[in-house]
């Protein structure tokens, strides 16, 4: 099986035009230090931080500071301290799974416990306490909570959702997909096979997913971020809420690497 890995477009992001899309070519420039900005001492302001978030490149990185730039050439010095959430994504493939692996899945509800998705989260070890077992329905209207949502946004429905999908399937038929119906299915569980993916949720119930059209999953291994992981030319997205004199303050940081975790020396 084909495995894409790097795809996280779960979550309909909306990207500035400041955003280039991960995998293009991001263009480099000199970091000019400390003088380039107000950062300790400087003497040029930093740019507005993108008020929904935007992807950049890893410029330069010590134990204090990540310095990223956009495709505009912009460049946006980052204290770590000014990171509230900071987080790892890498490729990982099936192989890697097992009956310990938490996965977690979005995508459409095809009743039955079973979700049709093209991409994959995965959760080892101390990183598994970022997600727990559940399995929910909810309508594309509504943003599920997932561990990486950048838009931090939740809307709730009156109704429940099960039985809405119920309704309009019977009493009122439509297109499929037609005014969010019918809905999404939510699931985390321990990977108990691979082929088809079956999920193991709460209640001792088993969640099955399988792949869209394309045949198969991206997946990607989300871990808790340390400096030490960031290195020149990683991709990164970034979801500021505030800019001070020195530094973006970030809600969520998300560092995109290019190999398995378990390649990569600290």
């Known amino acids: 099986m084909m495995i894409r890995v790097g795809s996280w477009t779960r979550v309909g992001l909306v990207l500035l035009a400041l955003a280039v899309v991960p995998g293009s070519q991001a263009w480099s420039q000199v970091f000019l230090g400390p003088l380039g900005n107000l950062t300790a ?9 993108p008020p929904k978030g935007a992807w950049g490149e890893v410029i330069m990185s010590n134990a204090k500071w990540l310095v990223i730039q956009n495709n505009q050439g912009q460049q946006f010095p980052i204290s770590w301290e000014s990171v509230n959430q900071f987080l790892v994504r890498w490729p990982t493939d099936p192989t890697a799974l097992t009956n310990r692996s938490l996965v977690e899945a979005i995508g459409l509800d095809l009743g ?32 599920v909570v997932t561990t990486i949502d950048p838009s931090f946004n939740r ?36 990977a108990l096979s691979w082929n088809p993916l079956r999920l193991g949720t709460p209640g001792n119930n088993v969640a099955t997913v399988i792949p869209d059209a394309s045949g198969s999953f991206s997946m990607t291994q989300v871990t808790r971020g340390s400096s030490s992981f960031a290195e020149r030319g990683d991709i990164v997205f970034l979801t500021p809420v505030d800019v001070n004199s020195k530094s973006l303050v970030l809600s969520q940081l998300v560092l995109y690497k290019k190999i398995h975790r378990a390649l990569f020396a600290n």
């Open 41 to 49: 001492g400087g003497l040029t302001p930093l740019p507005p931080p």
């Open 155 to 190: 809307f709730m429905n009156a109704f429940d959702i099960a039985s809405q999908n119920t309704l309009y399937g019977w009493a009122y038929p439509i297109t499929p997909g037609s005014n969010g119906i019918p809905g999404q299915l939510y699931v985390v569980g321990n």
């Open 112 to 143: 039955s416990n079973t979700v049709r998705t093209d991409h994959l989260d995965v959760y080892e070890g101390t990183d598994q306490t970022l997600v727990s077992a559940t399995s929910k329905s909810v309508l594309p209207t509504n943003t």
